[in-house]
């Protein structure tokens, strides 16, 4: 019990080094995809770091509250992962973050704010069902929502649930908000709607949001890395892959529209979801 | 234990008779004696009485450990016809009701329930007399918990709402209606209370009928056109529901020949069941859909609204309507393990997410706690036709926080409808501003319907959990698990739009009977989830546990999985409490500087709040409307289709009785 | 130096706002953005938000119409901030110096850290510009830690 604590206080202090150099990779790719040379593979944090050095200015006490149960909960979902825990309440938190920060972005009278957070809404709704029925297929496989059972699989998930792999990523690419999905903000200095549901978070609130970004970006690319637990080097190179192609996806393609978004999810996504798990439900040995 | 001992001697018969006749008779005294202090006095005794009650029965119910259950003799009195002729007063009421308002639909559909209860009363004979007889189980005791406890709470907040309801309709003392609301509120709840207590059918369909003529006197209680309309199409769809209900009746007579509902538990069931058995179960299954307002009868809900608030707390959506699934999960074991229940599960399933997805278009708050009403009477019966230990216990668990959540929602927004005099939530924006207290405990309120900690949302995965097993249902509860964040997420956030500068509201006067129920309710919604997991172990499991012990072969405990419960709740809860309180608490984080929007730096304050200039210098005050996606999830666009999606799968119900 | 001194001087994330150019200083400002000359090398984005800005690029004459935006945007700007002014008419007026309509430059209406003339200035001048500016704003911030401590 106490080593599972420890691991996930590691994981927790580490999560942010490896998110920033990761978001850091990002940025260099995209540069050199567009024949730039990119900033320093450590900017993210040169970022972070000056915005909590900004003086706080606020439009209400509420902003602060939003965004620090949003970087709460990013931390948490990543402590429970790590721990093995159910993966179904990890969700569920994970959402009490995201929600929080719609809130936050509805509770100032801004035009750009307001609109980010409806479109974010629209965005939550996208991949919350993508979200689930991947943890439902790991419960026909193991019988049980937590993570660690998915550890005690001898087969890699990626090989009973490959649909899930892809859902997985376009799951990563909504909620990195990257092209075609980044309709309520953009993950890069893009401007859609000036910042869309970010705009009004200045300064240190802007910090904590960056800072659960990189919570937020070690937790997909977790997710990822236990569809292929049983060797955790190709879990990690297969992690990897999927951010590089997220990374891709995010340069070749333009921003759709909201309606366009949900509708593709919703039925590409959800079909695929879908049939991966009927042929779990007609293979997959259903304990109890 | 020992200072408990006395309680254990208390007949059941007597807090029975407490339970059922004490709000009556309190009621009584509120009609005949009309001064504003008896009103305000009586209500509140008769408040205390049924809190006092329900909690003994709770008392003795968690130191027994067993069901109580008592029968009155069956020679002290003409039962069957003290039944029946309630019964039969009762359709003559309704059917004068039909003819002074001319509702033909009324007249017709109680035509035909008089002619099946006559034919009950001619042809059951040869069942045992009707005494009245008093089972109280878990179920019953969560739901006389419910009825009695947060009963009281609206009915006490329904004194000032009702007094500023009339000054507002421009009634004088003199002439107030206010004697017979609360009579009609105050039978209902000891109706309510004999409903969920009674074993003999033929008592609960009695207590069942008092209540849609209750629910009908209340709703056009302000006597407009529109409430008339309303309250007469409840009335036949809640008519046609006692119609399923009675010939349930008559075949259980016929072939099962009891009415004692425990005792048709232990006769042959589930799978074990006659054909004519079965029918009699779609049928209560079709009277339990009329009541709990399931699509397609959810259109006198959603009418239902037009009656002053308490009536919509208390009634339309804590007590009344549960009133349907309770009957359900009551009979639950009964069709166990078989076709009927698979179909039940994805009725109600698709009531869930129906209702979600057309609650996401509405704007009108009452309309939207209608829709979730039902939505989440929808997710319930879904539990209870998955028939497993645990969505029954995530079907108890709902109840529980639903009536909590909803009663406090309910309230909340009549509060808000007699501050800012409309119950539309775009006019609710940055009522943050303006009623602060009453925004944190609606805000309160909605988060307690969807996220974590709180215990609707740990129902949500116990049900999710027990779904599994049949992929249709689980992708209902999922796709409606996420609806329903959309219309909540969307509600909140217009309560919280606050204009940027008026960061320091003053806190809103309430009157004390608004705020201490207010207060009450919002407690026990917090209190209540974060003892969710003693609550499930403790009380609901054991009841659950016991209650299957009646199916063979579908015994086994709660598998609520040991992950849940293992997630270290008090690390999650401790955290999260944190991550609330710290920017409240510690100064550091306040902001140095408010500042407004950005509005591409054409910002300015107009006497409306804060705009911008535009054009030719001209300043224009800034409004914001949230987007409810009309095009897509309008209530005229889907809810004929739903409805027939929704009857084929009652017809459907019937249709596989014949399939097992 | 300390580190939060190097994030600032590796961040600096700017706002661009035309105060009444005739776009030329824009389209060089713009050109820094091209991958000839790629400013996000030292960390700079254009964010188009004053809440999330640092430095405010002010091309452009300031006249009776700009004035005001320019005011609000700088007043939404958290501190630590700087201001740029960019190509002839931003410095001065320019060649509408005597304009009915016409302010000044930007120093009419805001402190200016650093001047960077030209008409158009080059795209190196504007990212020195900003460097300037960058050295300046620590400076000021230094010296009001200074001044409070």
């Known amino acids: 019990m106490m080593a599972e604590y420890l691991t996930a206080l590691a994981a927790v202090l580490a999560a942010p080094f490896l998110g920033g150099i990761l978001m850091g990779l990002d940025r260099v790719v995209s540069a050199r995809l567009q024949s730039r040379q990119g900033p320093p593979l450590v900017q993210p944090f040169y970022d972070i770091l000056k915005l909590f050095a900004k003086r706080r200015m606020a439009a209400n006490t509420f902003q602060m509250i939003s965004v620090s149960v949003y970087l709460a909960s990013m931390v948490l979902s990543l402590a429970l992962l790590v721990m093995g825990q159910d993966l179904l309440v990890l969700l569920f938190i994970l959402a009490l973050g995201n929600i929080m920060l719609i809130l936050g972005g509805f509770s100032v009278k801004s035009p750009y704010s307001q609109l980010g957070s409806q479109r974010e809404v629209i965005v939550l709704l996208a991949y919350e069902p993508l979200l689930v029925c991947m943890v439902v297929g790991t419960y026909i496989l193991t019988g049980s929502f937590s993570a660690a059972s998915v550890f005690g699989l001898e087969r890699p998930l990626a090989l009973s649930m490959p649909a899930f792999v892809i859902t997985q990523t376009l799951v990563m690419a909504m909620k990195l908000h990257k092209s075609p999905f980044d309709v309520s903000a953009s993950h890069h200095a893009h401007q859609e709607l000036v910042r869309g549901i970010y705009t009004e978070f200045s300064g240190p609130q802007m910090a904590v949001i960056e800072l659960a970004h990189l919570y937020e970006l070690v937790l997909l690319l977790g997710f990822i890395v236990l569809f292929w637990h049983t060797n955790l080097v190709v879990g990690i190179v297969l992690a990897l892959a999927c951010h590089a192609a997220v990374i891709v996806l995010d340069n070749v393609s333009a921003r759709m529209t909201t309606r366009w978004m949900f509708g593709f999810t919703w039925s590409v996504g959800l079909a695929l979801a879908a049939a991966n798990l009927a042929a779990l439900y007609a293979t997959g040995p259903l304990p109890r | ?660 | 130096m300390g580190l939060i001194d190097i994030a600032r001087s590796k961040s600096p994330w700017i706002l661009h706002f035309d105060a009444g150019a005739c776009n030329g200083c824009d389209i060089e400002i713009l050109a820094c953005l091209t991958p000839v000359y790629d400013v996000e090398r030292f960390g700079i984005i254009n964010i188009g938000n004053p809440k999330h800005a640092d430095v405010l690029l002010v091309t452009g004459t300031v006249n009776k119409r700009s004035a005001r935006v320019l005011r609000n945007l700088y007043d939404q700007m958290p501190d630590p901030k700087a201001v740029v002014a960019i190509g002839a008419c931003a410095l001065s007026g320019g060649v509408f110096h005597e304009c009915y309509n016409v302010l000044g430059g930007v120093d009419s209406v805001l402190p200016v850290d650093v001047y960077v003339p030209g008409c158009a200035p080059k795209p190196e001048a504007i990212i020195e510009g900003v460097v300037m500016a960058l050295g300046k704003m620590q400076e000021r911030e230094h010296a009001r830690k200074r001044g409070a401590a």
């Open chain 2, 1 to 660: 234990m020992g200072l408990l001992e006395p309680l254990l001697k208390i007949s059941p018969l007597t807090l029975a008779a407490v339970l059922v006749f004490s709000p009556a008779l309190f009621g009584v005294v509120v009609f005949a004696v009309r001064t504003k202090w008896s009103r305000k006095g009586v209500v509140t005794v008769a408040g205390w009485v049924l809190t006092l009650a329900a909690i003994t029965v709770f008392a003795i119910a968690f130191v027994s450990r067993t069901a109580l259950s008592a029968t009155l003799p069956a020679k002290a009195a003409p039962w069957s016809m003290i039944v029946a002729g309630g019964d039969l007063a009762l359709l003559a009421a309704i059917l004068v009701i039909a003819v002074r308002f001319r509702s033909a639909m009324v007249f017709g559909v109680a035509l035909v329930q008089l002619a099946v209860v006559l034919y009950a009363e001619l042809t059951g004979g040869h069942a045992a007399e009707a005494a009245p007889s008093v089972f109280i189980d878990w179920l019953s005791v969560v739901m006389v918990m419910i009825v009695s406890v947060i009963g009281s709470i609206i009915a006490v907040y329904g004194l000032p709402y009702m007094k500023e309801h009339e000054r507002h309709l421009g009634i004088d003392e003199a002439g107030s209606h206010r004697p017979g609301f609360f009579l009609t509120m105050l039978v209902f709840l000891g109706a309510m209370n004999g409903l969920v207590i009674s074993d003999d059918l033929r008592w609960v369909f009695f207590f069942w009928e008092v209540t849609t003529l209750c629910s009908f006197l209340l709703i056009r209680h302000d006597g407009t056109d529109l409430a008339n309309t309303n309250a007469l199409r409840a009335l036949w769809m809640n008519t046609l529901g006692g119609v399923g209900f009675a010939v349930a009746i008559v075949l259980f007579g016929a072939h099962a020949h009891t009415y004692s509902v425990q005792a048709l538990l232990r006769s042959p069931m589930g799978a074990a069941a006659s054909l004519p058995i079965l029918a009699a179960l779609a049928c209560l299954m079709f009277a339990a859909f009329t009541k709990s307002a399931q699509m397609p009868f959810h259109s006198w809900l959603l009418g239902a609204m037009v009656a002053p608030t308490p009536v919509s707390a208390l009634l339309h959506s804590s007590t009344m309507v549960k009133a349907g699934v309770y009957l359900l999960m009551r009979f639950a074991p009964a069709f166990h393990g078989t076709q009927l229940s698979n179909v039940l599960a994805i009725a109600g399933g698709f009531t869930f997410v129906a209702t979600a997805f057309l609650a996401i278009g509405q704007t009108n708050a009452k309309k939207i706690l209608a829709y979730s009403t039902i939505s989440n009477l929808g997710l319930i019966i879904a539990c209870t036709g998955l028939n497993r230990p645990l969505a029954l216990a995530a079907a108890v668990m709902l109840l529980i926080f639903h009536a909590l959540s909803k009663g406090l929602l309910f309230m909340a927004c009549g509060v808000v409808e007699h501050g800012i005099h409309s119950r539309d939530i775009e006019d609710m924006q940055g009522l943050v501003n303006r009623m602060p207290l009453t925004t944190l405990i609606m805000v309160i309120g909605i988060l307690s319907m969807l996220l974590p900690p709180f215990g609707v949302l740990i129902a949500k995965l116990a049900a999710i959990e027990a779904s599994v097993h049949l992929p249709l249902a689980m992708g209902m509860l999922v796709i409606g698990s996420t609806l329903t964040v959309a219309f909540w997420t969307k509600w909140t956030g217009r309560l919280l739009a606050s204009e940027p500068g008026a960061v320091h509201p003053k806190i809103e006067h309430l009157h004390v009977m608004y705020f201490v129920p207010l207060v009450l309710l919002t407690v026990g919604a917090v209190a209540f989830s974060l003892a969710v997991f003693p609550l499930l172990t403790e009380l609901v499991e054991p009841a659950v546990t016991q209650y299957y012990a009646l199916v063979p072969g579908a015994a086994g405990g709660v598998d609520l999985s040991t992950d849940v419960l293992a997630v270290p709740w008090l690390l999650v809860f401790g955290v999260m409490a944190t991550a609330v309180l710290a920017p409240v608490l510690v100064a550091r984080t306040r902001p140095d500087e408010e500042v407004g929007a950005y509005m591409c730096g054409e910002q300015i304050e107009t006497p409306n709040g804060s705009g911008f200039i535009t054009v030719a210098e001209q300043s224009c005050s800034l409004s914001i409307r949230g987007h409810y996606f009309e095009r897509y999830v309008g209530e005229d666009r889907h809810t004929l289709w739903m409805s027939l999606v929704a009857a084929s799968l009652i017809a459907g119900m019937f249709g596989s009785v014949a399939v097992r």
